[in-house]
């Protein structure tokens, strides 16, 4: 189990403080909103109302208790940067900021962000893929330079195994799991033979991801 506090209590901050409850991890989100905090208190371990930008407020929290930090902010890229400076000063092991463009991410990374999301950018990303490819079920841009798709198998891979399909060499990319109705391989052997329906989860550069979708049954 883990510490987090989560600095912000908008959608995206509520949406992860609640889920990262319910796996059974301690969450402290904070927001000066007294309204948010109220509906958010009994969803938490702790809903804490304070301006992220007092210094002192801030500290008597006891932000060094904490293994993650979220600065979820998206209304002040001051109070964001405040977040973010506090939560590396107290020594808090790992800092997440979330920033609407590269130009605020790179400013919070510069005070202490370990790594920079871009919800929108993102999700604009996944559904242009999604809308634009029949074979792509999802995308996920994990670096600048690697992806990660949901990719429904081709028709002539339909009773072949990983192995003799050669995905790997032949294509540069890596079969991460197989979603066969509810269950999941992960990690799959050369020997799993797909079947028909089978969704694969595979990982590669982002221009081989790009020739994965060009590809057709």
């Known amino acids: 189990m883990k510490s987090f506090i989560v600095m912000g209590c908008g959608r995206f901050g509520q949406t992860c403080a609640k889920t990262l409850e319910s796996l059974g991890n301690e969450v402290m989100v904070v927001d000066q909103n007294y309204d948010?905090?109220?509906?958010?208190?009994?969803?938490?371990?702790?809903?804490?109302?304070?301006?992220?930008?007092?210094?002192?407020?801030?500290?008597?929290?006891?932000?060094?208790?904490?293994?993650?930090?979220?600065?979820?902010?998206?209304?002040?890229?001051?109070?964001?940067?405040?977040?973010?400076?506090?939560?590396?000063?107290?020594?808090?092991?790992?800092?997440?900021?979330?920033?609407?463009?590269?130009?605020?991410?790179?400013i919070l990374q510069k005070v202490g962000a370990d790594k920079i999301i871009y919800p929108e950018v993102d999700m604009a990303i996944r559904v242009a893929h999604n809308l634009t490819s029949k074979n792509i079920l999802d995308y996920f841009q994990i670096s600048p330079k690697y992806s990660m798709v949901e990719e429904k198998i081709h028709g002539s891979w339909v009773g072949h195994s990983l192995e003799e399909l050669d995905i790997r060499n032949k294509m540069e990319i890596t079969v991460v799991a197989v979603e066969r109705g509810d269950d999941i391989i992960v990690s799959p052997a050369g020997d799993t033979v797909l079947e028909d329906g089978d969704i694969l989860v595979v990982l590669g550069t982002n221009e081989k991801v790009k020739e994965l979708e060009k590809k057709h049954v």
């Open 36 to 106: 948010k905090i109220k509906h958010i208190g009994d969803a938490v371990t702790v809903a804490v109302q304070c301006d992220i930008t007092d210094e002192q407020a801030m500290e008597e929290i006891g932000l060094s208790n904490f293994d993650v930090a979220i600065i979820a902010i998206g209304s002040s890229i001051t109070a964001a940067i405040m977040g973010t400076m506090l939560a590396k000063e107290a020594g808090i092991p790992y800092i997440l900021s979330k920033a609407p463009s590269p130009r605020e991410g790179a």
